[in-house]
């Protein structure tokens, strides 16, 4: 519903390049677009209350409401100050000057906590550090035994006292074999637990102040809804984390539970998770997670992209032939050319608004830079003629055509039906008509 | 009132036995045990901190002017409720005021609650163990607490309803689940049936069925691993453990129910919307209700996919399982 939002507020604020200037009943519907979406991210309603007001102050600021292109100013300050929100200062996790580096894993049941520390393990073994583990998790039946397992395929060592003795005991205990076995890091699994648990709260308090954790990171499932700033500010208060480890990002969630996090607590987003298997865990972005929640793809370096690599007069020619499906397979092989000149293919799409839909098939059918490679061969052995007019492309041409790009009849012939409903697709979107979300899958 | 176990369950033909308790397995754990029906949900609720809510204070309902409507609609969005469903209530509410229909006050306040139990209300809908053995097959994603969930119902089956238990250990994907299965089987008093890490979770299934058929087991409880709705290969390997059952036993799986995990936000409709396609869901379990999280998404579901919510988690102990109460859902949704 909200997976075009950038399309979305274009739509809104279209009408306003005719009467050439922005009104305040324009932001404001868009400012109301934007609420929508930010709390079907799961955004919280006080941080969008907050968010609103200020990028509307923005937006009805100098130089936007007389541009060029205010729908695509109002997008572009969104996406900048979503970024602002989410980023700000990053810090690499810190590491002890001598002895091991303690990292302490905190956060509520069921959001990750087991299988991010042997993530963790194995990336910072990939950093040529050895880290082990501790079962601290003495609650949850056979947490100890998952520990064991996935430290196990991490090649992590894992200290463990089962579960009868206290945890802030096994983790001090831990912490003495680390120092004894010569371990670069150890990292410290708990119990899920309840932020309003005095109990477990206490006790987690007790572990840090007993092992003196240079890391303390809230595992926090990016699936989470409004509740989350209840948690992060009870874990703040208890164990003052130093960072945010989001989960279960190869989910379809916004994740505008981070945003919440990151504007109530102040705490950066550190690590982000997005799979099962142990290599899924990665340095987080800021920049993606401001795009994923809006839906809208990174707009902001998009647009920026674009204006490195085109003139704005080259542009105004393309957007006049697309409208009037005048795009030729030649402007098709240029476009594509300059879209590959901003990076691999996946990222780029991944900018752009509603292709978010587009990436996931693609990947599916495995469609990569190969692929590309595949599409321009055959249109480099086309005459200019040919790429002016597809329809000229006939049964000898196509043989002719297949083997100067050492393809196949067929593939060339997908490619011409394809680029057809592609024009087709794109004068509808430059009419500001909302494509069927189905046809953006690139045919 | 708070639904009783008896009539949160259809058991078909055969009436319950006398309920005996639990000879073999733990007593209920923790130090809470024994507290009414639903005053540990009240308790959590009424200590929770809920720094950014808006009170629903009775003047609210007197005055309903604009910015009055704007803070029972923030109540619900804070509440997970999501946009949608709650200018969907909100609005009916407000029409209804306004034809004069509903007085002002506190009947504003009744009628809401009334009109959120009634959106989150599948007419009622039991529970359904009618047939012998029956199968339930929980799923959803990952770490909702579909493994506790299953330690706890098998408890409640046992006790409550005097019926014989048989858990299939059918997650046989994540590190040491089947041992957490049997741990729970264990405190519960059920007999499990496991097959082997990384083994196929449909035989597992297969041979829980026809072990409860060959003791005359009465109910078959399936733990499936969680997993992601967005990875269609793991859905798809849901549905044939699904098949699995059908066609071993007609008209099993019973009772296919998703766990949501009450901190969900509205990413939870698009679970609820995968899962059902792929095994076609008969409810929902909402669980963790014991933390400040109010679950509103349940409401979402219910209203938007007509999948009720049948039980409610409200801790990790062997009692904290409650079948659903639609009213007190409702009023805990708005306070404070
Ligand atoms: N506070 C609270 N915790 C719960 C509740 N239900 C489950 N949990 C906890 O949530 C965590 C995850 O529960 P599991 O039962 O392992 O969840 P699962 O869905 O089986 O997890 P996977 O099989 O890993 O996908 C455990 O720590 C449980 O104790 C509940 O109602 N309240
Ligand atoms: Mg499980």
């Known amino acids: 519903m909200f997976d075009q939002l950038s399309d979305r507020l274009q739509e809104t604020l279209s009408g306003v390049r005719a009467r050439g200037k922005l009104t305040e009943e324009d932001v404001d519907r868009a400012m109301r677009e934007i609420r929508l979406a930010l709390l079907e991210a799961d955004v919280n309603f006080k941080v969008v209350k ?188 208890r164990v003052d984390f130093d960072g945010v480890l989001l989960t279960k990002l190869d989910g379809d969630a916004r994740g505008g539970a981070a945003l919440s996090v990151k504007a109530v607590t102040g705490k950066p987003i550190l690590y982000a998770s997005t799979g099962e298997k142990l290599d899924q865990l990665e340095r987080f972005h800021p920049e993606r997670m401001a795009g994923r929640i809006l839906g809208m793809g990174d707009v902001m370096s998009l647009i920026e992209k674009a204006e490195e690599v085109s003139d704005q007069k080259q542009a105004e020619d393309l957007e006049r032939k697309i409208r009037r499906q005048e795009f030729t397979l030649e402007d098709f092989l240029q476009q594509m050319r300059q879209v590959r000149r901003m990076g691999p293919l996946g990222n780029v799409l991944g900018l752009m608004p509603g292709m978010g839909r587009a990436v996931k098939q693609l990947r599916q059918a495995d469609l990569d830079d190969r692929e590309l490679d595949r599409l ?51 004068a509808q979107l430059a009419k500001g008509k909302l494509p069927d979300p189905q046809q953006l899958g690139l045919g | 009132m708070a639904r009783s176990w008896r009539d949160a369950f259809d058991l078909g033909e055969r009436p319950a036995e006398g309920v005996s308790g639990v000879e073999e397995g733990e007593g209920p754990a923790g130090p809470e045990s024994g507290s009414g029906l639903f005053k540990r949900l009240r308790d959590s609720l009424s200590k929770s901190r809920q720094a950014l809510q808006a009170e629903l204070g009775a003047s609210l309902f007197d005055q309903l002017d604009e910015e009055a409507w704007e803070r029972i609609e923030e109540a619900l969005i804070l509440a997970d409720v999501g946009a949608r469903t709650t ?101 519960a008093g059920a007999e499990i049936v496991r097959g082997s890490p990384g083994g196929d979770p449909g035989a597992v299934v297969f041979d829980a069925i026809a072990a409860a058929e060959s003791r005359g087991v009465d109910v078959v409880v399936a733990d499936t691993a969680g997993r992601l709705h967005t990875h269609s290969n793991l859905m798809a390997e849901l549905a044939k453990v699904r098949r699995v059952a059908a066609k071993r036993l007609e008209g099993a799986p019973h009772e296919s129910l998703i766990v949501i995990d009450a901190t969900t936000g509205q990413n939870g409709l698009r679970q609820a919307r995968a899962f059902a396609e792929a095994v076609d869901l008969t409810g929902v379990v909402l669980t963790k209700l014991d933390g400040t999280a109010k679950g509103g998404i349940a409401l979402a579901i219910a209203s938007e996919l007509g999948l009720p919510v049948k039980l409610i988690g409200v801790g990790e102990g062997l009692d904290d399982l409650r079948p659903f109460d639609p009213r007190e859902f409702a009023t805990a949704l708005l306070a404070e």
């Open chain 1, 50 to 237: 907050q968010f609103t007001s200020q990028v509307r102050e923005r937006c009805l600021g100098a130089g936007v409401l007389d541009s060029l292109n205010p729908g695509q100013q109002v997008v572009k300050i969104v996406n900048e100050e979503l970024a602002e929100l989410m980023g700000g200062a990053s810090r690499d996790l810190a590491f002890a000057g001598s002895g091991p580096t303690v990292i302490l894993i905190a956060g509520l049941q069921g959001s990750g906590k087991t299988t991010a520390c042997a993530k963790l393990a194995k990336l910072l073994a990939g950093q040529g550090k050895s880290a082990a583990l501790v079962a601290c998790d003495t609650q949850r039946p056979a947490a100890v035994d998952q520990l064991l397992t996935v430290g196990e395929q991490a090649g992590a060592r894992v200290y463990e006292q089962g579960t009868k003795r206290d945890p802030t005991e096994i983790a001090e205990w831990a912490l003495g074999q680390a120092k004894a076995a010569g371990d670069d890091v150890l990292i410290v699994d708990t119990a899920g637990r309840l932020h309003i648990d005095e109990e477990l709260m206490a006790e987690l308090a007790a572990i840090r102040k007993r092992t003196k954790p240079h890391d303390i990171l809230l595992v926090l499932d990016s699936m989470t809804g409004q509740d989350a700033v209840n948690v992060a500010q009870a874990f703040a208060e």
């Open chain 2, 87 to 187: 200018a969907e209530v909100v609005g009916r509410l407000e029409a209804e005021v306004e034809a004069g229909a509903v007085p002002r006050g506190d009947p504003v306040r009744e009628r809401l609650v009334e009109l959120l139990a009634e959106a989150a209300d599948g007419d009622g809908a039991r529970v359904d163990l009618s047939a012998r053995p029956a199968v339930v097959m929980i799923a959803g994603v990952n770490g909702t607490g579909k493994t506790t969930t299953i330690g706890k119902l098998a408890w409640h089956l046992r006790r409550e309803l005097g019926l014989s238990v048989i858990v299939a250990a059918a997650d046989t994907y994540r590190a040491a689940a089947i041992e957490q299965l049997e741990q729970w089987a264990e405190r």
């Open chain 1, 376 to 426: 321009e061969a055959i249109i480099l052995s086309m005459t200019p003629a040919e790429r002016a007019r597809p329809q000229l492309i006939d049964g000898s041409r196509r043989k002719r055509i297949a083997r100067g790009s050492g393809t196949t009849v067929q593939a060339v012939n997908q490619l011409v039906k394809q680029f057809g409903q592609m024009r087709k697709l794109m």
